[in-house]
Nanobody, 120 residues
Framework: QVQLVESGGGLVQAGGSLRISCAASVANYAMGWFRQAPGKEREFVALITWAGFRINYADSVTGRFTISRDNAKKMVYLQMNSLKPENTAVYYC????????????????WGQGTQVTVSA
């Protein structure tokens, strides 16, 4: 069983930065970050392959967010810069058994989420 624990969420002003983290019980999976805002469906944010050679972002965060991982520490990070109020959501990390994907159903394991709130 893969366990994922997110941390680092909080309240930040628009234009600010925040780094959220995901502690995983394994290191050899493609990992993704997704988010879900109130009343909206869960959406893809970023993904990274297990070796970190392939990275992909949602268009809405490209150039502002950076995904990274440290396999020795079994950690995945999402650095979020130039945050906007519309980035407010619960952010989830997820592990994929089938390689990198932008589709949430392709991820078998999920963390409990961490709340990110961006004030105007």
């Amino acid at each position: 069983q893969v366990q994922l624990v997110e941390s680092g969420g909080g309240l930040v002003q628009a234009g600010g930065s925040l780094r959220i983290s995901c502690a995983a019980s394994v290191a050899n999976y493609a990992m993704g970050w997704f988010r879900q805002a109130p009343g909206k469906e869960r959406e893809f944010v970023a993904l990274i392959t297990w070796a970190g050679f392939r990275i992909n972002y949602a268009d809405s965060v490209t150039g502002r967010f950076t995904i990274s991982r440290d396999n020795a520490k079994k950690m995945v990070y999402l650095q979020m810069n130039s945050l906007k109020p519309e980035n407010t959501a619960v952010y989830y990390c997820a592990a994929s058994l089938n390689g990198p994907s932008r589709i949430s159903n392709d991820y078998a394991y999920w963390g409990q989420g961490t709340q990110v709130t961006v004030s105007a």
